[in-house]
Antibody, heavy 123, light 111 residues
Framework: EVQLLDSGGGLVQPGGSLRLSCEAS????????MSWVRQAPGKGLEWVSS????????AYADSVKGRFTVSRDTSKNTLYLQMSSLRSDDTAVYYC????????????????WGQGTLVAVSS | QSALTQPASVSGSPGQSITISCTGT?????????VSWYQQYPGKAPKLLIY???YLASGVSSRFSGSKSGNTASLTISGLQADDEADYYC???????????FGGGTTLTVL
């Protein structure tokens, strides 16, 4: 069964940086589009970023564009989210997820999710 | 503020049916048949229930069903059970930005 393991969260000061990881098992990460979705405490879900499986083409929500970078290491079967210039409103649980499509298709459902990793931005 | 509007809470008794609405606009819910529903227990990751308005995800009980009318999509749960108590989120494709947006979530309480 597909398993996605999120890690890398923690407490960071405003303006700081953090890199999240999502390790995939029973699943070749580079074959499918992968995404990050976040959830602020007590709030709803928000799509953050995606990367297509074959082309590596990326997409970002306006709220993180220019500050976050999504990437992957196919040798480690791991997805990353490099976050910089962090703000208090970036505080959230970050989930990696896949739409099980080769390319990022924003109309496709998120079939599998990681367990999430908490990022807290505070001084 | 979420782009899709859901009621904050709904409740029902075991065995009853409930419906959760998800209201958007013509650029998202109303314009496309790309609405999904997710179930989330506290502290857990969301789980896909329904996609493309009406299609059940693998392994999901047929007690869950979806529909759409105009700019509003709906999730119906029939034969309510105690373990249906959770948060439910809708999502929709947004054509003008080629992105995905979610509703604010609905907490279901089984009385």
């Amino acid at each position: 069964e597909v398993q996605l393991l999120d890690s890398g969260g923690g407490l960071v000061q405003p303006g700081g940086s953090l890199r999240l990881s999502c390790e995939a098992s029973e699943f070749t990460l580079s074959t499918f589009a992968m995404s990050w979705v976040r959830q602020a405490p007590g709030k709803g879900l928000e799509w953050v970023s995606s990367i297509s499986g074959l082309t590596g083409k990326t997409a970002y929500a306006d709220s993180v564009k220019g500050r976050f970078t999504v990437s992957r290491d196919t040798s480690k079967n791991t997805l990353y989210l490099q976050m910089s210039s962090l703000r208090s409103d970036d505080t959230a649980v970050y989930y990696c997820a896949t739409v099980l499509r080769k390319d990022w298709e924003p109309w496709a459902p998120f079939h599998y999710w990681g367990q999430g990793t908490l990022v807290a931005v505070s001084s | 503020q979420s782009a899709l509007t859901q009621p904050a809470s709904v409740s029902g008794s075991p065995g009853q049916s409930i419906t959760i609405s998800c209201t958007g606009t013509s650029v998202d819910v109303g314009g496309y048949n790309f609405v999904s529903w997710y179930q989330q227990y506290p502290g857990k990751a969301p789980k896909l229930l329904i996609y493309d308005i009406t299609y059940l995800a693998s392994g999901v009980s047929s007690r869950f069903s979806g529909s759409k009318s105009g700019n509003t999509a709906s999730l119906t749960i029939s034969g309510l059970q105690a373990d249906d108590e959770a948060d439910y989120y809708c999502s929709s494709y947004v054509g003008i930005t080629s992105s995905v947006t979610f509703g604010g979530g609905t907490t279901l309480t089984v009385l």
